[in-house]
């Protein structure tokens, strides 16, 4: 006799209803769920009292590169229901999908595997075979590691077209799975309507499936497996009538005696990555990102209402509570809405759905009602109040005790210890910190607490965890000061537990992390980006590591454009100073070391094409102001005599000469016979685009007003410009139009008073006819200047 099989959709509050009641007809002593088997352990925690859903479970390789598989449950799940009615009628709870080994294994396969079918649709394909299907469906060659990523998923579902579930809702004449199958399952109280229907819409797929005579072959696997465990359980002695499972619709049907189980051959066969398992707290955001696979939806706020409704016995309540939310939302943002408009809205919501033979309006029909009436017609007014109503912001608990990684133990630690807990939310909030000791503080953690709060958000952003991202666009210049936004998501989770693998706290996991990335440095910039995270994490032994294997380094290299960015980022930990409690001594033998080497590399450096002269004037500066900052303490004869070696060049980079120039004067360190000269020199007659337009660019890069209030260099600027021919002028524009779209409007207006002194007009003129609008011919003559190939030069 073949057990009792109740086929559900996964997040289904009516197929959760419908379950309990199913039970409690039946009362079984074993339940069986389509879960990964071996998680039993976890199911305890899971029902406990405290704990409060949407959770999951997350299994993941105990090895890099790191897999996970997610377990969610929601409250309106049927297999969460299930488990707590076991435990609430001690009744035994088995999972029977695929242990996580081997879903693990399976997915660096493919998802949603394909074999031929062979007419034996209870077989199990051998690994071999859906190697191959996988190379079929997307051959690896272009794949070095052979796995599976997004890119090569969205090829193949875009290959495959419409779903399943989307081509049989299209059939039944519904817009999209969602509406078909909440018309005609969840608003259905009937008694045992919701187990009939399930399992006649689970042939239903499988008929459409197999008319494509290709088949899943993750689900046969599953689907074996699955037998397999059923029959152990009958097995161990449970009578069949005391036997209830609980899977998905689609598998229901071939639950049954007529399908062969796995045997231990084929079991054996399966391939295996080592994995743990853990639970994690869930979100309705991340549940409402699952729409687009059969057994998520894509309102989980909106389920959750449906399943307090059902609970209350008030399912017709179901609009009224709904749209009474949506409009609740709208006055909370200042926009008044009548409760006459809800009651308009629910009853245009029964009419909809009526004209679909509905027993009650499904969520498309009361979303085109509020749009309709509560919006006024336009989506907009309701978007925000809507998202709110159907996802919500729910983010789900686990209590203290509950079987974790140790990672995750230490960060609920740290959370309490550094006051963050109310951070760990699905809104993202605003943190402003104070890197400075609180003098008024009563104890040595309150004086300090910023400081420390810092250093952690910095380790969590060494483990690339999204839970805290600083905010640099906000960022005050002084270096006591930062400014994070949190926000924690599943995700979040998921990346916490993937990092327990590096280290069992956070503070283990991101030293190894910094070793990790030393043994593996191979530019000063790079070491360097440690020295000052390691600083920023309070690492101070992963930061001495870093400064050692950055001077290495620095012995070898001649990248001016790196040398310069690791002088840069020493000089901001040296900046910290008594803010972050270290000593900071030892690093600054190491900014004038680079300030020599980077000196020295300058003119090398300065032989190159148009596109690296831009970034290596950005490097110009960074040193430029690493001498400012530390004059005590570089070398400043030796830069700016590498300066004026660099500005006397012609056949080195004019962008870079000219910025040469630059730093000079603003310097005071060349005069004005000087600078004439040079300008005379660089913008006569005769001299090309490359040479004498690009000097210009780079000269006005820095200290407008010193060039405005030079009338000699305009002179020679537009006698040059006059002098270039039609192959000449329109590279030159290109650097010109760079050059003075770093000068403001006000700055502009005075050059155009200078150039009118020289043409002999007035100020006024001048500058109306500089700024005056381009004509059609001109625009078009200045086509396609963005774009123009300095190659070509």
């Known amino acids: 006799m073949a057990v009792a099989v109740f086929g559900v959709r996964h997040l289904s509050p009516s197929g959760a209803w419908h379950l309990r009641q199913f039970l409690d007809e039946r009362m079984p002593d074993v339940v069986l769920i389509e879960g990964m088997s071996g998680c039993e352990a976890l199911i305890k925690d899971i029902v406990r009292r405290e704990t409060q859903p949407p959770i999951a479970i997350l299994a993941y390789t105990d090895e890099l590169p790191v897999r996970t598989v997610v377990y969610p449950l929601a409250t309106y799940s049927p297999e969460y229901q299930a488990m707590l009615w076991a435990n609430e009628h001690h009744a035994e709870v088995r999972f029977i999908d695929l242990p996580a080994d081997v879903f693990l294994a399976l997915n660096e396969v493919a998802p949603a595997l394909e074999v031929e079918g062979d007419g034996d649709q209870g077989g199990v394909p051998t690994t071999e075979e859906m190697e191959a299907a996988a190379q079929e469906a997307h051959p690896t060659d272009n794949d070095e590691d052979g796995t599976w990523d997004d890119s090569m998923a969205l090829e193949f579902a875009e290959k495959r077209g419409p779903s399943l579930y989307e081509r049989f809702a299209e059939q039944a004449g519904e817009l999209d799975y969602d509406s078909y199958w909440e018309r005609n399952f969840e608003h259905n109280l009937s008694p045992d309507s919701y187990r009939r229907a399930a399992l006649e819409l689970g042939n239903g797929l499988r008929d459409l499936d197999e008319s494509s005579e290709r088949w899943q072959a993750e689900n046969l696997v599953r689907e074996a497996f699955m037998r397999r465990r059923i029959q152990q359980v009958l097995d161990s002695g449970v009578s069949a009538e005391k036997v209830v499972a609980v899977v998905g619709a689609f598998h229901a049907p071939v639950l049954g005696d007529d399908w062969p189980a796995m045997t231990d051959e084929e079991f054996a066969r399966l391939p295996r990555r080592a994995s743990r398992l853990t639970l994690m707290p869930y979100s309705y955001f991340r549940l409402s990102a699952q729409s687009g696979y059969g057994a998520g939806n894509n309102a989980p706020a909106y389920f959750d209402l449906m399943w307090k409704s059902l609970e209350q016995g008030a399912l017709d309540d179901l609009p009224h509570r709904y749209l009474t939310n ?468």
């Open 326 to 793: 949506v409009a609740r939302r709208l006055r909370a943002a200042g926009t008044h809405r009548s409760t006459a408009e809800v009651i308009e809205s629910v009853r245009l919501a029964r009419t909809l759905s009526a004209l679909k033979q509905g027993l009650a309006p499904t969520l498309r029909d009361l979303r085109d009602a509020a749009i309709t009436l509560i919006g006024q017609g336009e989506v907009s007014r309701v978007a925000e109040a809507l998202a709110h109503a159907d996802v919500g912001t729910a983010i789900g608990h686990l209590p203290e005790g509950v079987s974790r990684t140790s990672i995750q133990e230490d960060f609920e630690r740290e959370l309490k210890r550094l006051r963050l807990e109310k951070y760990r939310s699905t809104v993202k909030q605003d943190l402003q910190l104070d890197l400075r000791e609180n003098r008024t503080a009563k104890s040595a953690d309150a004086a300090f607490l910023d400081l420390r709060r810092s250093a952690f958000l910095h380790r969590l952003k060494a483990l690339r965890m999204e839970f805290a991202r600083p905010q640099t666009a906000h960022q005050q210049q002084a270096n006591w000061a930062e400014h994070w936004q949190l926000q924690w998501t599943p995700e979040s989770e998921i990346q916490l537990v993937e990092a327990v693998l590096l280290g069992e706290t956070i503070e283990l996991a991101t030293s190894y992390k910094f070793q990790d990335v030393l043994s593996k440095c191979t530019s000063v910039t790079e070491a360097a980006s440690v020295v000052r995270a390691a600083c920023e994490c309070q690492l101070f032994a992963s930061m001495e590591q870093a400064r050692r294997r950055l001077q290495e380094l620095s012995v070898e290299t001649s990248d001016f454009a790196g040398i310069a960015q690791a002088a840069v980022e020493l000089g901001a930990v040296v900046r910290y100073g008594d803010v972050r409690q270290f000593d900071a001594s030892s690093l600054r033998p190491l900014i004038a070391e680079l300030f020599v080497q980077g000196s020295l590399a300058l003119l090398p450096a300065a032989l190159c094409d148009a596109p690296t002269a831009q970034v290596r004037v950005a490097a110009m500066e960074q040193l430029n102001r690493i001498n400012l900052e530390f004059s005590e303490l570089v070398d400043e004869e030796l830069w700016t005599a590498q300066l004026h070696r660099l500005a006397d060049r012609d056949d080195r980079s004019p962008l870079m000469s000219g910025y040469a120039c630059a730093i000079l004067l603003e310097r005071g360190l060349l005069t004005n016979e000087e600078l004439s000269r040079e300008v005379s020199r660089r913008l006569s007659p005769g001299i090309s685009a490359d040479l004498g337009a690009a000097w210009f660019e780079g000269l006005a890069l820095r200290n407008h007003y010193a060039l405005i209030g030079r009338q000699r260099l305009w002179e020679c600027l537009a006698d040059y410009v006059t002098s270039l021919d039609d192959e000449q002028f329109r590279p030159a524009i290109v650097f010109l139009r760079r050059a003075f779209g770093t000068f403001s409007p006000l700055e502009k207006r005075q050059i155009a008073e200078n150039l009118g002194q020289y043409w002999g007009v007035s100020a006024d003129l001048a500058s109306e006819l500089l700024n005056e609008e381009l004509t059609e011919e001109e625009e078009q003559a200045l086509e396609g200047l963005n774009d123009f190939d300095f190659d070509d030069l």
